[in-house]
């Protein structure tokens, strides 16, 4: 099993940064991929950025934060990270990490975090 905490939300201004975490302990080696996605009100669950892992990892994002945001893993604290520069309002919402399980579609939640641009 996997579990999944995620840290950094808060409130910044437009342009600012802010850096999201999230710790994950457990059956580690399960883990195939990574990723954030975001939850704004009225709106679906998106998907912000994911990383796989390995020596050959790859990245993806969504159109709307590409040079923006960057997707990382500490491996040596077995957390996953986004920094988020030049913030939008567009931006806000409930951040949720996620865990892709090999040889599974089963996915692992944290509980998200709250982020809010706004001036």
């Known amino acids: 099993q996997v579990r999944l905490v995620e840290s950094g939300g808060g409130l910044v201004q437009p342009g600012g940064s802010l850096r999201l975490s999230c710790a994950a302990s457990?059956?580690?080696?399960?883990?195939?991929?990574m990723g954030w996605y975001r939850q704004a009100p009225g709106k679906e669950r998106e998907l912000v950025a994911v990383i796989t892992m390995g020596i050959g990892s790859t990245t993806t994002y969504a159109d709307s934060v590409k040079a923006r945001f960057t997707i990382s893993i500490d491996n040596a604290k077995n957390t996953l990270n986004l920094q988020m520069n030049s913030l939008k309002p567009e931006d806000t919402a409930v951040y949720y990490c996620n865990a892709r399980i090999v040889r599974t579609f089963v996915n692992a939640w944290g509980q998200g975090t709250q982020v809010t641009v706004s001036s």
């Open positions: 457990g059956s580690i080696s399960t883990i195939g991929a």
